[in-house]
């Protein structure tokens, strides 16, 4: 089956992404305990999100600003603490991507 694409005809949508063979060269040099921790970070940020869009208005923290600042400080402390080792594994799967050898 032929894909086409109607808003770029000259776009050639049945090609391979990646050429069997041929590796992808990286944008620069990631290796090292550098690297994991900036995808333990990037983990706990999208973490923090999922915390974020499930958590309940609640007056646990209090109401207004000073409620606002301390819930969202006890959800990037507590996103921090689940995205630590193994956390939900994300961190790990970019860090075997990204390092070099």
């Known amino acids: 089956m032929e894909i086409n694409s109607y808003r770029n005809p000259g ?3 049945n090609r391979q992404a990646v050429f069997a063979g041929k590796t992808l060269k990286r944008a620069g040099k990631a ?10 970070e990037f983990e706990a940020v999208l973490v ?10 609640s ?8 409620g606002d600042f301390y819930q969202g400080f006890f959800l990037r402390e507590l996103a921090a603490k689940i995205a630590e080792y193994p956390g939900l594994g994300l961190a790990e799967s970019i ?3 990204l390092k070099t050898d």
């Not at 290796?31 to 333990?40: A, C």
């Not at 007056?59 to 000073?66: I, N, W």
């Open 31 to 40: 290796s090292g305990d550098g690297l994991r921790k900036e995808v333990q």
């Open 48 to 57: 923090e999100q999922m915390l974020k869009a499930v958590q309940p208005r």
């Open 11 to 13: 776009v050639d949508l």
């Open 59 to 66: 007056s646990l923290f209090g109401t207004g600003f000073q």
């Open 95 to 97: 860090y075997r991507t």
